[in-house]
Nanobody, 121 residues
């Protein structure tokens, strides 16, 4: 069974940086689009950034120019470099993979359990 585990969250002052990582455990045949989402208290979960297998990227307007998503095809990991953080970036951050496994050759979405990012003013 494939599982995702995020790491790298924590407390940082406004203007600081954090790097989030997400790794998959288990056997994966292929990995398609991977993404980071976030959910702030009392708000809906929103897309932060995604990157396709062809390395095309999409960013939320609120993070453009500050966040960078990257992936390692061999390690099957995805990272989110977050710079110039503001209190508005405070949220639980989740990674999402679209994976194909032997049990699910058509593919399926997997979510991590989330990592908390808190930005103090």
């Amino acid at each position: 069974q494939v599982q995702l585990v995020e790491s790298g969250g924590g407390l940082v002052q406004a203007g600081g940086s954090l790097r989030l990582s997400c790794a998959a455990s288990g056997s994966i045949l292929s990995l398609d689009t991977v993404a980071w989402y976030r959910q702030a208290a009392g708000k809906q979960r929103e897309l932060v950034a995604e990157i396709t297998s062809g390395r095309s990227t999409v960013y939320a307007d609120s993070v453009k120019g500050r966040f960078t998503i990257s992936r390692d095809y061999f390690k099957k990991t995805v990272a989110l470099q977050m710079n110039s953080l503001t209190p508005e970036d405070t949220a639980v951050y989740y990674c999402k993979y679209f994976v194909r496994t032997l049990a699910t050759p058509a593919g399926m979405e997997l979510w991590g359990k989330g990592t908390l990012v808190t930005v103090s003013s």
